[in-house]
């Protein structure tokens, strides 16, 4: 619903990483893994 | 020109082992020249091209196939003795071999061999032959075993650069996400303390607005 | 058991090859046995042990350089006709072997050998290992080039793998940084919009103060 999209817009960037809480190695290969191929 | 020297054995005298040389130019099926020695004499003729064709009809075989046969008897030497028959007339110089099959033999080909006059040379330049083959092989041998050591040294050298190639690779991708990580929480430090100003501006302007 | 067979050209008959045969158990200064054959007959002899500690007394020689000597002279081959004088008598059966030098030679060594009974025999035995040498250097020749292959498919095999690493490193670092990039732009424009927001409220804020 348009509410927890603004909430998700607001909390977490468009590659599902966050904001607000600090990443570790898992997060962030896990944000990586669901990016799709930069080139 | 090509050469090759075989054991066999003569159905007349089995317990002494013969020699037999067989040399030819570009192909067996050409002609060859037989040399048959026991140590002590030594016989030599020719088969020409001809009569091998010839021979090839007589036996009713296509003649690649009979020059095959000629090659299995006359020249590969291992396991002559169990397929083929080899029959020498000393007094009449006929040298004929015949292919043994399970219960049947038959002719596969036959010359007349004359006495060398100098067995002595015909013997030297047979021992010559072979003393030099052996020189070639072991210098081939000496030459492929530096090869393969050489191959061993280049394997085992990229080998070496493959591992550390893996490793290296590990510890990029590793120090790449320390350094991102690292990176990417100075940045979300940064949006928090923002976050928490701008909350409290705002709570600022709400109280001061609820004053007025 | 080890065997060596050299061609050797006597000084009483330099223009006949002769073959000379060298054969001794474990090591070649424990004694030997000398074959000497011209293909027609042959000779052999003995020299033991003691006689080849007697011969390096004799020429004053440490007996190790003594057998190296030997080694050179008799079974080496290669070069023993520039550096090496064989003197044969067959009335007699004197055979002696010098080394020569600059502008002299001294007598190396020297056997009795007594002439072959059953020459043929002794040249069909030398025959049979001369094929024999020649069928186990084929052999090993055959066995060395396999190898050959085998390492020349290791290696490259290995070498693409090691190139494929070298690329997917470069690939994977590429990679890595190009979505760290990305992700990082996020939190930066995130932070250029708060720092937006914060002075458009900062603004209002003022203004507000500035009207009451």
């Known amino acids: 619903c348009p509410s927890t999209k603004q909430h998700f817009a607001h909390e977490y960037d468009c590659y599902g990483d966050s904001y607000f809480v600090d990443t570790d190695l898992d997060q962030l290969k896990e944000v990586f893994s669901g990016m799709k191929s930069p080139s | ?212």
């Open chain 2, 1 to 212: 020109m090509y050469r090759k020297v075989s054991r066999i054995c003569l159905a007349s005298e089995p317990n002494i082992t013969h020699f037999l040389q067989v040399s030819w130019e570009k192909a067996l099926g050409s002609g060859f020249v037989i040399m048959l020695t026991d140590g002590h004499s030594a016989w030599t003729g020719t088969v020409s091209e001809s009569e091998i064709s010839q021979e090839a009809d007589d036996i009713a075989m296509e003649k690649e196939k009979y020059v095959d046969e000629l090659r299995k008897a006359l020249v590969s030497g291992a396991g002559a003795a169990d397929m083929y028959k080899f029959i020498f007339s000393k007094e009449s110089g006929h040298f004929s071999f015949d292919k043994e099959l399970k219960d049947v033999s038959f002719r596969l080909g036959s010359v007349t061999l004359d006495k060398v006059a100098n067995t002595a040379e015909v013997i030297r330049e047979l021992i010559g032959y072979c003393l030099d083959t052996i020189s070639e092989n072991e210098a081939k041998n000496e030459h492929l075993l530096k090869e393969n050591e050489r191959l061993l040294r280049d394997w085992s050298d990229v080998q070496g650069r493959f591992e550390k190639c893996v490793s290296s690779k590990e510890a990029l991708e590793t120090d790449l996400y320390k350094r991102f990580i690292l990176v990417l929480n100075e940045k979300k430090a940064k949006i928090r303390s923002l976050h928490k100003l701008l909350s409290e501006v705002q709570e600022l302007e709400k109280n001061a607005e609820c004053g007025r």
